[in-house]
């Protein structure tokens, strides 16, 4: 096992963890259970993260066309910060 294999592994691992654990708050915004709390969106945040680790990781090993595949799953991110409240417009456009 070369030191790329091992940072290999520790980028995945990081990523393969940080994804359920931010994945309790994205259910928890598409349900709209807990609007407007902080934490909600530090764990959506995490799951991000996890997501990008995981598709960076796979890049660097060479395999990234499953790690292209892999980022499909921001998709609902965008949902989820629209539903828990996060990317409203609060000033209405004048025109």
């Given amino acids: 096992m070369t030191s790329h294999d091992l940072s290999v592994y520790l980028i995945l691992s990081a ?24 934490w909600v969106t530090g764990l959506i945040a995490t799951y991000a993260l996890g997501v990008l680790l995981c598709a ?6 060479g395999w990234w066309y499953a790690g292209a595949v892999l980022t499909l799953m921001l998709v609902p991110v965008e949902t989820a910060l629209k539903k828990h409240g996060l990317r409203r417009r609060r000033v ?3 025109g």
């Fill in 15 to 38: 990523g393969l963890l940080a994804m359920p654990i931010g994945a309790y708050g994205l259910l928890e915004a598409l349900n709209k259970r807990r609007t407007g709390k902080g």
């Fill in 56 to 61: 960076f990781a796979l890049a660097l090993n």
């Fill in 92 to 94: 209405p456009i004048e």
